[in-house]
């Protein structure tokens, strides 16, 4: 392991434009549950899964009953305000204030990257911190009471300031579309790094999971894996190797050999 770590501290401190794709796995540390992973939500429960599907088009047939619902329903994931960044986060926003990152893609809809101070972050999946409009794209705060006051009222749906149509939580559901912007800025990253730093995704989730495919398509463009179990970029040989283990042990000890390599250049 410890050459691993050498090894793509090394390529990270050599690649021009570097860039992280990170899923649900980077917060297990900060306590909350991936879906996929051994002790994940539909590992457990795939019922839970099922439901999961149907979530968009319940919202699109019907966005007052889809919000009712919703408020009267704790979240899968569990209270993601009380979750904090752990060591993960922290080293990927440190990467990006020693300018070594240039950007961090995540399917993590848990705030937590920007918490830890990430700063270049594309949401893919959303951020349950935040409500969009499905019509024109405007994003607002999330501010639950001014939900509750709408549900007494019976106003739910929350409407969109700029075009009055119904409000959806920014987090993207199955089956609905990404966000135009987001995919789009996703995918030009994605074609524009030299090395891609994949961090806790089993990347089963499309179109998320075509971003390395996309970068793998020049050759010379470095993958490199850190999750707990081989994942079907390992097995199909998208990635260049895996650091097989835990983001938040794994990703501190690159960013103190990456720290190391820039004290013996100058
Ligand atoms: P996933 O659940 O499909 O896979 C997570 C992967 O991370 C698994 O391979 C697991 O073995 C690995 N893993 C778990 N803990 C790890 C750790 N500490 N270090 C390294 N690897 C670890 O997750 P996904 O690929 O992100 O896809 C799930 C989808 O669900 C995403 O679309 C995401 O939007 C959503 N989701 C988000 C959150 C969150 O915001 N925190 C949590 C669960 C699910």
Redesign the pocket.
């Known amino acids: 392991m410890e050459n691993l770590i050498r090894q793509a501290a090394a390529d990270l401190a050599a690649a021009k434009y570097p860039i992280a794709l ?9 306590g ?7 002790s ?3 590992t457990k429960d795939p019922a839970a899964e099922r439901r999961a599907y149907q979530s968009y088009h319940r919202f699109i047939a019907n966005p007052r009953r889809f919000w009712e619902e919703a408020l009267d329903r704790p979240g899968s ?1 569990g209270d ?1 305000s009380k ?1 904090e960044p752990n060591a ?1 986060h922290r080293a990927l926003a440190a990467l990006e204030n020693m300018d070594v990152l240039k950007c961090v893609i ?5 705030n ?1 990257h920007r918490r830890a101070g990430s700063r270049h972050l594309l949401e ?3 951020n ?1 911190t935040l409500l969009r409009c499905l019509a024109c794209g405007a994003r607002y705060e999330r501010d639950e009471a001014v939900l509750r006051q709408l549900q007494a009222a019976g106003k739910l749906p929350p409407t969109c300031r700029e075009c009055g149509e119904a409000l959806k939580s920014d ?2 559901s199955f089956n609905e579309p990404i966000p135009a912007d987001v995919a789009a800025r996703s995918e030009a990253e994605a074609n524009r790094c030299d090395l891609m730093l994949i ?7 499309y179109p ?2 075509s971003l390395p495919h996309s970068a793998r398509r020049r050759p010379d463009v470095k993958i490199i894996e ?4 081989p ?1 079907p970029l390992t097995r199909g040989h998208i990635s260049d190797f895996l650091l097989q ?6 990703l501190p000890r690159i960013v103190a050999v990456v720290n190391e390599l820039r004290g013996q250049r100058r």
Do not use: M
Not at 22 to 30: F, K, P, Q, R, V
Not at 226 to 229: L, T, V
């Open positions: 990170t899923g649900a796995g980077i917060s297990t540390e900060s909350i549950p991936d879906f996929r992973g051994p994940g939500v539909w994931l993601l979750a993960g995540t399917q993590n809809i848990d937590l893919y999946h959303g349950f987090v993207v961090c806790g995704t089993s990347a089963a989730v998320f999971a850190i999750n707990a179990e994942t283990g835990k983001t938040g042990e794994i």
